[in-house]
């Protein structure tokens, strides 16, 4: 398995190792529970150096971009993120991912990790016609993501920095944008893979509490995030993953005739269901409504926030709807909501 440059780190603070994506990453170090609830109440450190980092540059590299992805990047301004998805022929999503304005001609692509060889192979295939080019520098690059309502407050100590929301700042090698996947207050920050464990430890010494990717899975469920391989596969579009919002209509891009098509037509929604019984559930439980089978949870937890199991799933459905869960042979009662979980 690979390892990120902070492994050694988490193995001394005690973490809990597992394989995602090919990676030896922390799946917890304290515990689950007690990360998610200093994520919301302070601020957690996330190792996210798993993710892929593609620098696309050149003259037409916005319009390249905007060829490539859901958003018009040519109206993407410079020190400014925006979070996209990359789709196939057929308006499936290949992948979803946030794509950083540094310049005009210069963009970075932060691709999920089990999909970055796929999306930059992607990105070859397309960019002979513009007079752009794609450089990989997944291998060269960490990222640590600082998240909670205190994570501000630890930026501006350490690094004398402030970023708004989705948007961007550079010092030195280090990349720091107004991102993450908890829906928290917070930063990303991008660095050349020797600058890691130092800022890493910096962090940890301000009192940031190390997070593994568990509390990072029920920190972005309770708020409706998309987890790549699990919320979508390669089957299904922005429009059916509830994410209409990441299309720019008004310009061409790859994917987008059979969306306009698919616009006018009944399909099924990814939906949020919340438990009204006690439960866990899981992906792959059953979702049922009027005695029939309407479809299965893609994510579920327990939610630490709200005490009551959550999950995901595509249902033609409206949020109001009752409708029951099979949970390790119960039938449990929930509705269908609207995420993010409250």
């Not at 109440?41 to 590299?61: E, I, R, T, Y």
């Not at 301004?77 to 946030?98: F, K, N, Q, S, V």
């Not at 990717?213 to 309770?222: K, P, Y």
């Not at 209409?244 to 987008?256: D, T």
Request: a negative charge; one cysteine or more; hydrophobic letters at 45%.
């Amino acid at each position: 398995m690979l390892r990120t440059p902070l492994h050694e780190s988490h193995s001394a603070l005690g973490a809990r190792l597992v394989d995602f994506a090919g990676w030896e990453m922390p799946i917890q170090f304290e515990g689950i529970l007690a990360e998610h609830r200093a994520v919301r109440s302070a601020a957690g450190v996330f190792d996210v150096s798993h993710m892929g980092q593609l620098f696309v540059s050149g003259p037409k590299a916005a319009a390249f971009l905007a060829w490539v992805t859901t958003w018009d990047i040519r109206n993407l301004e410079p020190a400014r993120c925006r979070y996209c998805h990359i789709l196939d022929d057929e308006g499936h999503i290949i992948d979803d991912t946030i794509v950083y304005c540094l310049a005009p001609d210069e963009f970075l692509l932060v691709p999920n990790a089990a999909t970055t060889d796929r999306i930059a192979d992607w990105l070859v295939s397309q960019i002979s016609d513009f007079d752009a080019s794609l450089e990989d520098c997944s291998a060269e690059l960490a990222c640590i993501a600082l998240q909670g309502p205190d994570a501000p407050r630890l930026l501006e100590m350490h690094l004398a920095l402030a970023v708004e929301p989705f948007s961007l700042a550079r010092q030195g090698d280090l990349i720091v944008s107004g991102t993450g996947y908890t829906g928290e207050p917070g930063c990303e920050i991008i660095l050349p893979v020797d600058e890691a464990l130092p800022l890493w430890e910096a962090l940890l010494a301000l009192g940031a509490t190390p997070c593994g990717l568990g509390a990072r899975d029920t920190l972005r469920l309770e708020r409706g995030m998309l987890l790549s391989g699990t919320d979508f596969d390669g089957s299904q579009t922005p429009l059916e993953a509830n994410c209409g919002w990441v299309i720019g209509w008004g310009h061409q891009f790859i994917g987008r005739k059979p969306l306009l098509a698919q616009r006018g037509s009944g399909y099924a929604v990814l939906r949020g269901i919340q438990l009204a019984e006690r439960g866990v559930p899981r992906p792959g439980c059953d979702v049922f409504h009027a005695g029939e089978r309407v479809g299965q949870l893609t994510s579920g937890t327990l939610s630490p926030s709200l005490g009551t199991g959550i999950g995901l799933a595509y249902l033609n459905l409206e949020p109001g709807t009752a409708v029951t869960v099979a949970v390790r042979g119960k039938y449990l009662n929930a509705r269908v909501v609207r995420p993010p979980f409250q």
